[in-house]
């Protein structure tokens, strides 16, 4: 009788990834699987669930293996996250992935190896992991997460299972609000403007995420009051900034705490110096990748305040992803304002701004220049 494959953790909403992956536990995995959807909506989690599975089988102590693995503590499971703001460097792939790829598991009859944000690689780094891409030896399985599949370069693409994960339900991660003790209306509003990512939903929701939103929309209104001379408040990207200047210092000060706590008993020499270096070089990257973040996000809901406008003035209220706050933005908007063409186009240079902040622009040059293009499209003349 055949046994059946346990349900993975993370694949609830997502019938495609439960049935290639409960399919692949039953008949026998793949070497390399593309895991790719939306951010927040459980590709990690699967990952670390599929992942357990994979070495749990054939373990003489599935359940210590299985726990091992949730836990990131199994010797045989690799988690390699890139070492750049915006890029995964050669380094994060060479040892780590490549060279180990080569050895043998230390006690499971496999080795697991998970990369995050593969849609960052460049061709150095893609060619140099092809050939394990492509030969992988035979206790080796691969499992690549991107939120971003266009992106993906298209040599890692042909040489992997891919996985769909799709947009959770607005209604599902309202639900799991409410549950969480959060307003059933501000609960809706969260998700909807979530857009299917439930981490980013659970952030809105808490203090820090209505401040971000709070900075967010003093950018359209300021935008929808700005007169000929420019914006009404000339520095209203002003809030955002520090705010992502906040969670850069806070993200820093995370790696400086677990740099105490482990230099404490490391001997002075060469290892001590090394590791500095590298909790040196984890502030830096934290702290961008927090900043990143935060400015992401607070363009991102300046684009979906700008969007809800745009439902207004077409007469489509329903349409809105939070109507309260269009409401309220639209107190601001002026004649000038109700263009629909104007409001979309100045959602588009919010987005534009966004994605221009992975080229490494000069973060308040771009948010300033933006603040006044945003006055000239759609400020009281």
């Known amino acids: 009788m055949t046994s059946v494959p346990p349900a993975i953790a993370g694949t609830e909403d997502h019938p495609h990834a439960r049935m290639s992956l ?22 990690r989690t699967t990952a670390r669930a599929f992942a357990a599975e994979l070495l749990a089988e054939g373990s003489p102590e599935p359940d210590g293996a299985r726990r091992r693995a949730l836990a990131g503590t ?22 780590p992935v490549i060279a180990a790829a080569s050895r043998t598991p230390f006690e499971s009859s496999r080795r697991v190896f998970v990369l995050e944000r593969v849609d960052t690689m460049n061709d150095e780094v893609a060619n140099r992991l092809l050939k394990t891409l492509e030969e992988p030896a035979s206790f080796v399985h691969l499992l690549l997460i991107t939120d971003a599949l266009d992106a993906v ?42 857009l299917g990512n439930a981490a980013r939903a659970r952030y809105l929701a808490s203090e820090e995420g209505q401040a971000l939103q709070a900075d967010a929309d003093r950018m359209v209104t300021a935008a929808l009051a700005g007169g000929g001379r420019g914006v009404d ?72 305040g700008f969007r809800d406008l745009v439902c207004l003035a077409e007469g489509a209220p329903e349409a809105a992803l ?30 534009d701004v966004r994605l221009s902040l992975e080229l490494n622009v000069t973060e308040d040059l771009a948010l300033e220049a933006l603040g006044f293009r945003l006055a000239r499209l759609v400020g009281a003349a």
């Not at 107190?331 to 987005?351: K, T, Y």
Request: with cysteine; proline share 6%.
């Open 22 to 43: 409960s399919t692949a536990l039953a008949t026998g995995p793949s070497h390399a699987y593309l895991f790719h959807g939306p951010a927040g909506v459980g590709k």
């Open 74 to 95: 199994h010797p045989d499971l690799t988690w390699v996250r890139p070492t750049g703001a915006h890029v995964m460097r050669t380094q994060d792939v060479d040892e």
């Open 153 to 194: 370069l298209p040599t890692v693409v042909s040489r992997c299972q891919p996985v769909r994960f799709d947009r959770l339900p607005a209604k599902r991660i309202a639900a799991e609000l409410e549950r969480a003790g959060i307003e059933p209306e501000r609960a809706a509003a969260c998700a909807r403007l979530a």
């Open 233 to 304: 408040d000339p520095e209203a990207w002003r809030g955002l900034l520090d705010r992502a200047d906040e969670r850069r210092v806070a993200a820093e000060a995370s790696v400086e705490e677990d740099r105490r706590e482990r230099l404490q008993s490391e001997p002075k020499g060469r290892d001590r110096a090394a590791l500095e270096k590298s909790f040196d070089e984890a502030a830096r990257r934290d702290g961008r990748r927090a900043r990143t973040e935060v400015l992401d996000l607070g363009l991102t809901l300046a684009a979906l």
């Open 322 to 351: 939070d109507l309260h706050r269009a409401e309220a933005l639209s107190a601001s908007v002026s004649a000038h304002a109700r263009d629909p063409q104007r409001l979309l186009a100045a959602a588009e240079r919010c987005e």
